[in-house]
C-alpha cells in the first residue's frame, strides 16, 4: 500500500501546562521552551542527521508544541518513533502532559490519518507526580516537587529558592537574551519588522509595562487605566473540515500552511496597526503592547494592553477571514469551499493579577464563544471593572462589533460619569422593561440616544437590548473614540 506513516506528538492541554507560571517571566519562559523543543527546523536538522527515513511532516506547518512526522520506507518503526519523540520532549518539557499519536500501516494522506482515529495507536505521557506527601514542593508552582540544584539565583523568585525541574528550566529560558528566545516567534518579530521598515522594537518585560504602553499609544489620560492588560485567546473554528475537504482538492502540504500564514499575517496586522508606540526620544524604536505567548496553526495566545484590546481583536479576526479567502483563492481552485473563521476569548485583568487565573478565564470565554455557533464569535470577562456578582453577557457574533465599531466609538467619547450611570442601570434594575425604559430617558437627556439606538433592532427584546448595551459599555471602557491605527 503506498502513503506515509505519521506521528504526532504534541503537549496536551498546554494552556495550563503554559500557566502554571504565575508572572510575565515564568509564561515567557515557557513559551520558549515549547518553541524551541517543537521547532520545525531544529527537528527537520535532526531527522536528517538520523538518516531512519522519517521526515517533518510539511502538511501539518510548523505548529508551536506540535512534532509531526511522515516517512514513505522508514527504517524505525512508528511506534518506535513515537517513543523516541515523546523521550525528546520530556526532557524539555518536564512539567508537561504529552500525548503521541501515529499510524501502524501507511495512510493515504495526513487529513486521513487525522480524521480516521479507529485506524490510530496512541500513548500518553504524564509527568512525575509528588507521590512523597512530605517532600518539599516548588517555591514557584507549588505542583511539583522540588529538585534542588544548588543556591542559584532566579530572575523571578531570587536566590536559594528549590524549584521544580521545569520551574527551572522556565528560568534558564527566561535569563535568555530576547533575539534568543522563542524561536518560533523569530519570524513573526522579523516580518514585523521588515512591514515596518526595520524598526527597533521593544517589548515590555512586565504586565505593569504592558499596561502603560496602551496609555501611551491610545495619549489617555495618566492612569485612566494604566493597569488594566489584557489575555487574549483565539483558536479557529471548523477547521478539522476545512482541511479533510481541501486537501482532496488542493496539494496538501498548502492547505495547511494557509491556516499558519493567515494566523501569523492576521496577528502581524492587528499588531502593526493597534500596538505599536513609537519612542519620541528615540527614533525609529517603537514598544510593542502585545506580548505573543502562542501563534501557530491556528492557535493564538497573547497578552495586550487594555486600551487597545478590542481595536486589536476586531483587526485579528477579520485579518484572518480575509487572508484565509485570499489564500484559498490563489491556489486557483474554483470549488467554493467553508473557510474557518476566528473566535476570541478576551480576559481583562489587573498588571498584578496571577496570569495563570487570566489565561484560565480567557480559555473559559474562547469555550463559550466557540459553543455559541458558527462562524466567528466573542466572549470577553472583566475581573476589574466587572461587577463579580453577574456572569459576563452571553457571547456575541464577532461581525456586532465590526458592523458597530463607529456607534462604539461614539460611546467611547461620552463623558465616564454618564457611562457608568448606564452601567448602573443596567446592573441594578431588574425588571427588564423598566431596565430599558430608564436608559432611553437617561440617554435622551444627554443626547446619546441615537448612539444607544444604533446598537440595537427596533424589534429588538428588552433582554436583547440590554445585553447589546453590556457589551457596549465594556467595549467602549478599553476603545478610543478615534482608531489606534
Known amino acids: 500500500m503506498s502513503g506515509f506513516y505519521f506521528v504526532d506528538v504534541g503537549v496536551g492541554g498546554i494552556q495550563q501546562w503554559l500557566s502554571r507560571s504565575s508572572n510575565l517571566q515564568g509564561l515567557r519562559g515557557a513559551s520558549s521552551m515549547l518553541a524551541g523543543a517543537t521547532d520545525m527546523r531544529a527537528w527537520a536538522a535532526r531527522l536528517k ?73 496512541s500513548s500518553r505521557s504524564q509527568p512525575a507526580l509528588m507521590e512523597n506527601p512530605a517532600a518539599r514542593p516548588c517555591s514557584d508552582c507549588r505542583q511539583s516537587a522540588a529538585s534542588p540544584r544548588g543556591n542559584r539565583a532566579s530572575p523571578r523568585l531570587g536566590s536559594g529558592e528549590e524549584r521544580c525541574d521545569d520551574c527551572w528550566a522556565r528560568d534558564e529560558h527566561a535569563l535568555l537574551r530576547a533575539r534568543e528566545r522563542a524561536w518560533s516567534l523569530r519570524p513573526l518579530w522579523g516580518d514585523l519588522k521588515m512591514s515596518r521598515e526595520g524598526l527597533n522594537l521593544r517589548v515590555p518585560d512586565d504586565l505593569g509595562a504592558l499596561a502603560r504602553l496602551g496609555e501611551q499609544k491610545t495619549g489617555s489620560r495618566p492612569g485612566d487605566a494604566s493597569t488594566r492588560v489584557a489575555v487574549v485567546s483565539a483558536d479557529g473554528n471548523a477547521v478539522g473540515q476545512f482541511v479533510a475537504e481541501a486537501s482532496s482538492l488542493a496539494n496538501k502540504d498548502k492547505v495547511a500552511l494557509i491556516i499558519d500564514t493567515a494566523t501569523r499575517e492576521a496577528i502581524l496586522a492587528a499588531t ?54 485570499q489564500h484559498w483563492k490563489q491556489l486557483g481552485i474554483r470549488r467554493s469551499i467553508k473557510l474557518p473563521t476566528l473566535s476570541v476569548g478576551v480576559a481583562i485583568h489587573h498588571a498584578r493579577r496571577p496570569l495563570r487565573t487570566a489565561i484560565e478565564d480567557a480559555e473559559h470565554c474562547l469555550a463559550s464563544a466557540k459553543r455559541s455557533g458558527e462562524g466567528a464569535w466573542l466572549a470577553w470577562s472583566d475581573s476589574v471593572a466587572g461587577d463579580s456578582s453577574l456572569a459576563p453577557p452571553a457571547p456575541r457574533p464577532a ?87
Open 272 to 325: 502593526g496597526r493597534h500596538c505599536l508606540v513609537h519612542d519620541p526620544a528615540r527614533p525609529g524604536t517603537c514598544d510593542v503592547a502585545m506580548i505573543p505567548h502562542i501563534v501557530g496553526g491556528d492557535d493564538i495566545l497573547a497578552s495586550v494592553s487594555a486600551h487597545v484590546v478590542w481595536d486589536f481583536v476586531n483587526t485579528l479576526w477579520t485579518e484572518f477571514s480575509a487572508r484565509m479567502d
Open 399 to 485: 461581525a456586532w462589533v465590526d458592523r458597530n465599531l463607529a456607534a462604539l466609538r461614539q460611546l467611547a467619547s461620552t463623558p465616564l460619569a454618564h457611562r457608568a450611570m448606564l452601567r448602573t442601570v443596567l446592573n441594578d434594575v431588574e425588571d427588564r422593561e423598566e431596565a430599558v425604559q430608564v436608559i432611553s430617558e437617561v440617554t435622551r437627556r444627554h443626547g446619546t440616544r441615537e448612539c444607544m439606538d444604533a446598537l440595537v433592532g427596533p424589534e429588538d427584546s428588552s433582554g436583547v437590548k440590554l445585553g447589546a448595551w453590556r457589551w457596549a459599555l465594556q467595549i467602549a471602557t478599553d476603545l478610543t473614540p478615534e482608531a489606534t491605527a
Open 49 to 121: 542527521e538520523d538518516g531512519t527515513g522519517w521526515e517533518w511532516n510539511a502538511e501539518a506547518g510548523n505548529v508551536s508544541g506540535v512534532v509531526s512526522l511522515r516517512a514513505a520506507t522508514p527504517t524505525v518503526k512508528a511506534e518506535h518513533q513515537a517513543a523516541q519523540v515523546l523521550q525528546v520532549l520530556r526532557n524539555a518539557l518536564p512539567a508537561a502532559t504529552l500525548q503521541a499519536h501515529w499510524s501502524p500501516k501507511p495512510q493515504g494522506s495526513y487529513a486521513q490519518f487525522r480524521v480516521d482515529t479507529a485506524r490510530q495507536a
